[in-house]
């Protein structure tokens, strides 16, 4: 067994959607050992092998594995956190299990859309980045015609949450995030 326990650490407001919430989990044992067999076999993830990180998306939820932890969004109560985590647990346990019969994936496969970028800027529009609209931001920042920086809003105390979500999720989607803003994903 690769997994053998998790504990829910920390709950927080969901960024995407205010009436449901973020958890974070602790786990026992580090678990990046399996990422590139989850991702050979489930579609749709995000993985960074370098940084140890493997997005999973499911129902419209995203469950980001670190090393030594979980953070699941869009979550509607604890409950269903435990549901997911107990889920997670038992497809990282069998993935592992079965590792041998699978071919690993180390491909990063970033699937950010336009629209995902969009949720998590400050959503103004102020123009301050030199495009009229946060929406044209987000499709450039996808395509990488600009730069996550170039949103100096976004690196204000009002958008701290936000700005940790999104450079995690671009850091995970293999974006180039330039090493002095990493420090912002802290909260
Ligand atoms: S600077 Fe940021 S908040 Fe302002 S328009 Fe550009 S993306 Fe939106």
């Known amino acids: 067994m690769l997994l053998n326990s998790y504990e829910i650490t920390r709950t927080l407001p969901c960024l995407a959607d205010p009436e449901k919430i973020r958890v974070i989990a602790e786990i026992s044992d580090e678990i990046h050992e399996v990422f590139p067999y989850l ?37 509607e109560d604890e409950k269903e956190a435990e549901e997911i985590l107990r889920w997670l647990k038992d ?63 976004l690196f204000s105390d009002e958008f701290k949450e936000k700005r940790k979500v999104l450079l995690e999720l671009l850091h995970a989607a293999g974006y180039e995030v330039p090493e002095a803003y990493l420090e912002f994903r802290e909260v």
């Not at 995000?46 to 939820?61: E, R, S, V, W």
């Not at 594995?65 to 979980?70: D, G």
């Open 39 to 75: 991702n050979a076999i489930l579609k749709g993830c995000i993985y960074n092998h370098p940084a140890f990180t493997l997005t999973i998306k499911k129902d419209g939820k995203l469950f980001t594995l670190h090393a030594h932890h979980i953070t699941l969004a869009k979550i």
């Open 91 to 153: 497809l990282i346990n069998e993935t592992y299990e079965k590792r041998d019969q699978v071919e690993p994936n180390y491909s990063m496969v970033a699937e950010l859309k336009a629209l995902d970028i969009f949720k998590l800027l400050p959503g103004t529009s102020c123009k301050k980045c030199g495009e009229p609209t946060c929406l044209a931001f987000a499709v450039k920042l996808v395509s990488q015609e600009i730069e996550i920086k170039q949103c100096i809003p």
